[in-house]
C-alpha cells in the first residue's frame, strides 16, 4: 500500500485524539519518520511542547533562512533550554544564496514577486526538500483560521511536491485555543507577538498587522498575491 493510500485508515484512527496522542500514534505508526517543521509561531510552539513534554518520537527541525529576526532566534535558543532539548537547524546551502545575491541583488525580493518567490525557493523549499529526505509524514503548525488558502486544509493531506503525508494535528484549532494552550503549559513564545506580529517569517519580509487585517497581512505586504512562500502552496487532496 503506498503512502497516500494510507491516508483515510490514518484519519479514521486519529479522529477526536487530542494533540500528543495524535503525534503519539503518527510517530509509532512510522518509526523514525516522522519530522515536525517549526517556524516557532505560536501554533509551532503548541506542537513543540507536545512532543519535548511528552518525549514523543518526532524529529523537529527548523529552516533558517539567515534572515530572521533576532527574537526568533531568542525564542529558539529559550526552546531549547527549557526542554533540554534541540531543534535541528537546515540552512540554505551557501553556493544557492550567493547565486542568488548575485543576481537579484541583497533585497531583490522587493523588486518583484518572482525574486521573492526564487527568495524562499532558495532559502526554505530546497532546505525543506533535504530535510524531509526519508520523511513519510510531515507534521505542521498550519490552522485553518490563518488564511483563505489554509482553511481548506484538513488534518492529512497527501503533498504531491514532497511526496509526503502532511499531518495538520491544530488546523481547527482556533486561535483562542492555541493562546490558551500556550498559557496553561507555560510555552515560551516569540515577543513580537506582543507588538502586532500575528505571522512571523523572515525580518525583511515581515511587518505588524493593523487593526482589521487578516493574520498573514503582514508577510510580504507589498505584494497583492496569495500570501504562501512554496512550502503549503502545493498540495493534493486525499
Known amino acids: 500500500m503506498s503512502l497516500k493510500d494510507k491516508i483515510p485508515s490514518l484519519l479514521e484512527a486519529l479522529a477526536g485524539l487530542p494533540l500528543s496522542e495524535m503525534l503519539a500514534f503518527i510517530g509509532q505508526a512510522f518509526p523514525g519518520k516522522v519530522a515536525f517543521s517549526t517556524a516557532l509561531g505560536q501554533e509551532d510552539q503548541v506542537i513543540t511542547d507536545a512532543i519535548f513534554s511528552e518525549k514523543l518520537p518526532v524529529r523537529i527541525f527548523s529552516l533558517d533562512t ?12 529559550r526552546t531549547e533550554q527549557k526542554y533540554n532539548n534541540k531543534i535541528e537547524p537546515y540552512f540554505p ?11 537579484q541583488g541583497i533585497n531583490g525580493f522587493y523588486d518583484a514577486v518572482e525574486n521573492r518567490k526564487a527568495c524562499c525557493h532558495t532559502r526554505k523549499v530546497l532546505p525543506l526538500t533535504r530535510a524531509l529526505q526519508g520523511v513519510s509524514v510531515w507534521v505542521t503548525g498550519l490552522r485553518a ?3 483563505a488558502n489554509r482553511s481548506n486544509f484538513s488534518l492529512l493531506e497527501w503533498d504531491e511536491a514532497f511526496q509526503v503525508i502532511k499531518c495538520n494535528p491544530i488546523i481547527n484549532w482556533t486561535f483562542d485555543e492555541m493562546l490558551a494552550y500556550l498559557k496553561a503549559h507555560e510555552v515560551p ?9 500575528v505571522s512571523i517569517g523572515c525580518a525583511p519580509c515581515t511587518r505588524a498587522i493593523l487593526p482589521g487585517e487578516e493574520p498573514r497581512a503582514g508577510r510580504w505586504w507589498w505584494e497583492q498575491t496569495q500570501k504562501e512562500c512554496g512550502l503549503h502552496a502545493n498540495y493534493f487532496k486525499k
Open 189 to 197: 513564545y516569540n515577543t513580537l507577538h506582543d507588538q502586532g506580529y
Open 145 to 147: 483560521g490563518q488564511s
Open 93 to 103: 546551502r551557501t553556493e544557492d544564496v550567493e547565486a542568488l545575491v548575485s543576481k
Open 66 to 77: 539567515g534572515r530572521l529576526f533576532q527574537e526568533t532566534y531568542d525564542l529558539w535558543a
